[in-house]
């Protein structure tokens, strides 16, 4: 069965520093999609960044990378120069690609707050 | 381009009364999903359509649930004989199958509280 694992209930940055979420995964399928969401107070989630198990980059999006390492089974999001509007709850996902399902599996999120 | 949009927002309601939510995803996305989240926690799959198919059920759907997509474009999920423990947020998701990952586009989310 997947699981995803994100350690960190809560973090501080200030404005302009770069933060990094970490995200811990376990599977048994080798084709799989990571996800990181944001999910601002008003409760909507925003798709942030992909990552498939056979990229061979590191994915980026704008601010946004993601440092996956497979062989330590982590997918850690990266935001460089944080801004005030990046406080929120981020959550990582996974989809086993090769089972047919559907379903993302989600961690149970870290709170981002951006100082000024 | 419009995004997933839910109706409504917010419901409140007594237990034992039924709800019903509805659904809209984003326009040629023929896949559609509902998850739920309870506060401090992450999304939890329900089920799953493609197109009018419903493919996949969590075992969370319980026989008091039920969702539907009739013509492959909107999906309603009703809630019957709610009960305290089904307050949560209620999201749908869409994906169009081609995106890499194929990726899942969030609605804002229907939020229930059962008195």
């Known amino acids: 069965a997947q699981k995803i694992t994100q350690t960190q209930p809560g973090m501080f940055v200030q404005e302009k520093e770069a933060v990094t979420l970490d995200c811990t995964y376990d599977?048994?399928?080798?084709?799989?999609?990571l996800f990181w969401y944001k999910q601002p107070s008003s409760g909507e989630m925003i798709f942030l960044i992909y990552?498939?198990?056979?990229?061979?980059q590191n994915a980026t999006e704008g601010r946004y990378s993601l440092n996956f390492q497979k062989a330590r089974k982590s997918a850690n999001l990266v935001i460089s120069a944080s801004q005030l509007g990046d406080s929120a709850m981020y959550f990582c996902?996974?989809?086993?690609?090769?089972?047919?399902?559907?379903?993302?599996?989600f961690g149970s999120g870290t709170r981002l707050q951006v100082q000024p | 381009d419009t995004g997933v949009s839910q109706d409504p927002r917010h419901k409140i309601t007594k237990r034992g009364q039924n709800v019903t939510f509805r659904c809209d995803p984003i326009?040629?996305?023929?896949?559609l999903y509902w998850y739920r989240q309870t506060l401090g926690q992450g999304p939890e799959f329900l089920t799953y359509?493609?197109?009018?198919?419903?493919?996949?059920k969590s075992r969370l759907l319980s026989d008091r649930f039920s969702a539907e997509r009739p013509k492959g474009s909107f999906s309603t999920l009703e809630i019957q004989r709610t009960e305290q423990g089904d307050s949560a947020m209620y999201l749908c998701?869409?994906?169009?199958?081609?995106?890499?990952?194929?990726?899942?586009?969030f609605g804002p989310g229907t939020r229930l509280t059962v008195l």
């Open positions: 599977t048994s399928d080798q084709s799989y999609g």
């Open positions: 990552q498939g198990s056979y990229d061979e």
């Open positions: 326009s040629e996305h023929n896949r």
């Open positions: 996902a996974m989809r086993e690609l090769n089972t047919g399902r559907r379903a993302l599996t």
């Open positions: 998701a869409s994906s169009l199958g081609s995106e890499p990952g194929d990726t899942q586009y």
């Open positions: 359509f493609q197109n009018e198919a419903q493919l996949e």
